[in-house]
């Protein structure tokens, strides 16, 4: 910021914001910032201790509306908030959204098999995760399929997790854990207040 721009801000207030004044020209060039599927990939592990690689890969897709291959800071900052403090309907918004990642509203066996076949840790060959995630599609589908037509709705999966909350990650984990988020709030939240 320039010498005589500081001297107005300080004439016209009547007190020093150098550092204000500093400060916000920081946060505005970070703001002006975006993240690759890489950086972002970083962040979840790093302050949220999320480590699925697939499910991060596809979290990315699901908040990366366009087809730059980037999160803005804007974007970051919404997705944060929804993670940290989204409401209860927000997460059901949001985990469904990460799982559909084809945008059709529906979850259909094959996509439930890929998301399940990599949670699935298995002592031999990879046709027994298939198999497993497979059994598993059917005990799930028995569960959540409300309309019984073989694959879950967004209104199947709303309505089943409304009944059992712990329904919400069934696929995968794609919010952070309270002790993530504990973590995260006091150590950056607390520390920005003290700023």
């Not at 979850?107 to 990599?118: A, E, G, I, V």
Request: charged content about 25%.
């Amino acid at each position: 910021m320039g010498k005589s721009k500081k001297l107005s801000v300080k004439k016209e207030f009547g007190i020093n914001l150098d550092c204000a004044m500093d400060a916000m020209e920081e946060t505005l060039k970070i703001l002006k910032r975006a993240w690759d599927k890489a950086q972002f990939r970083d962040i979840l592990h790093c302050a949220l201790d999320m480590t699925d690689d697939t499910l991060m890969a596809r979290i990315f897709l699901a908040l990366d509306k366009g087809p730059s291959g980037f999160i803005s800071m804007e974007v970051w900052i919404s997705s944060l908030s929804l993670l940290l403090r989204g409401t209860f309907e927000e997460h059901i918004n949001y985990c469904f959204s990460v799982y559909d990642i084809m945008g059709d509203g529906i979850l259909s066996r094959d996509t439930m098999t890929n998301l399940l076949k990599y949670s699935i840790v298995s002592q031999t060959a990879e046709d027994d995760a298939e198999e497993t995630a497979r059994d598993l599609i059917e005990v799930i589908t028995k569960k959540m399929d409300i309309d019984r037509d073989g694959k879950i709705s967004f209104n199947d999966y709303e309505q089943s997790v409304m009944k059992q909350p712990m329904l919400l990650e069934v696929f995968g984990q794609c919010l952070p854990t309270r002790t993530s988020i504990h973590t995260f709030t006091t150590t950056y939240v607390n520390a920005v207040g003290k700023m």
